[in-house]
């Protein structure tokens, strides 16, 4: 069974083709997914901090997968690359400017 908050593949509100509702729809997407980071994450200039077990990452370290204390309840296949996941979120932000 799927996570109730997984990152959604790269998607831009912005791209040619859309409707307003599949635009409406990837902004909720959007919004609800940088929520469920949120939940999750702690951004502290260029560290993430696990909000559970408050467990830190640099972003230099971006490409392993985070190191939970131990009994930590955001463990799991959706909490192991906090970086990565922030970046796919970012990725769907609208174009600034036109």
């Not at 307003?20 to 999750?40: I, M, P, T, V």
Request: charged letters at 25%; glycine letters at 8%.
């Amino acid at each position: 069974m799927p996570a109730r908050h997984q990152i959604t593949p790269n998607y831009r509100m912005d791209d040619l083709g859309l409707s307003a509702k599949e635009r409406n729809a990837a902004r909720y997407r959007l919004e609800d997914g940088l929520e469920a980071w949120g939940q999750r994450w702690e951004l502290l200039g260029h560290t993430v901090r696990c909000q559970h077990c408050h467990a830190m990452q640099r972003a230099s370290k971006a490409p392993l997968p985070f190191s939970h204390a131990d009994g930590c309840a955001n463990t799991g296949e959706f909490a192991q690359h906090p970086w990565r996941d922030l970046a796919q979120l970012l990725e769907q932000l609208p174009k600034v400017g036109g």
